[in-house]
C-alpha cells in the first residue's frame, strides 16, 4: 500500500514537501516514482530514485526545480517541489517501478494559485 501526503494550495514561487508512505511489500528493494495527472489532461511521470536513493531522474519539466528522495529507514518516498508555477496543479501519485508502475498511491492534491 503507498498513501501520499502533503498535498495543499500554495502561491506560485512557494515550495511544497510531498510524502509517500509505503507498507506490505519490501520498499527498499523497488525503484519509486513520482506520477501527476493535471485537470483534463493524461499521466505525466516525474521523477524516479533507485532502490538504495543513490541515483535519480527527472523530466525536463520538474528538472532543477524537484527532488526526489527516499528513507528506506521509514519506508517514505518524499518529493520537495520548489518555484512552482501554476501549470504544476495537478494530482500528485507515488508508484512502484520507474518505467513501469505496480502499486499507485491515491494521489494528493496540489493547487498552485
Known amino acids: 500500500q503507498l498513501v501520499e501526503s502533503g498535498g495543499a494550495l500554495v502561491q506560485p514561487g512557494g515550495s511544497l514537501r510531498l510524502s509517500c508512505a509505503g507498507s506490505?511489500?519490501?520498499?527498499?528493494?523497488?525503484?519509486m516514482s513520482w506520477i501527476r495527472q493535471s485537470p483534463g489532461k493524461g499521466f505525466e511521470w516525474l521523477s524516479a530514485?533507485?532502490?538504495?536513493?543513490?541515483?535519480?531522474y527527472y523530466a525536463d519539466s520538474v528538472k532543477g526545480r524537484f527532488t526526489i528522495s527516499r528513507d528506506n529507514a521509514k519506508n517514505t518516498l518524499n518529493l520537495q517541489m520548489n518555484s512552482l508555477k501554476p501549470e504544476d496543479t495537478a494530482v500528485y501519485y507515488c508508484?512502484?517501478?520507474?518505467?513501469?508502475?505496480?502499486?499507485w498511491g491515491q494521489g494528493t492534491q496540489v493547487t498552485v494559485s
Open positions: 508508484a512502484s517501478g520507474s518505467t513501469r508502475f505496480g502499486q
Open positions: 506490505g511489500f519490501a520498499f527498499n528493494h523497488y525503484p
Open positions: 530514485i533507485n532502490g538504495d536513493g543513490g541515483v535519480t
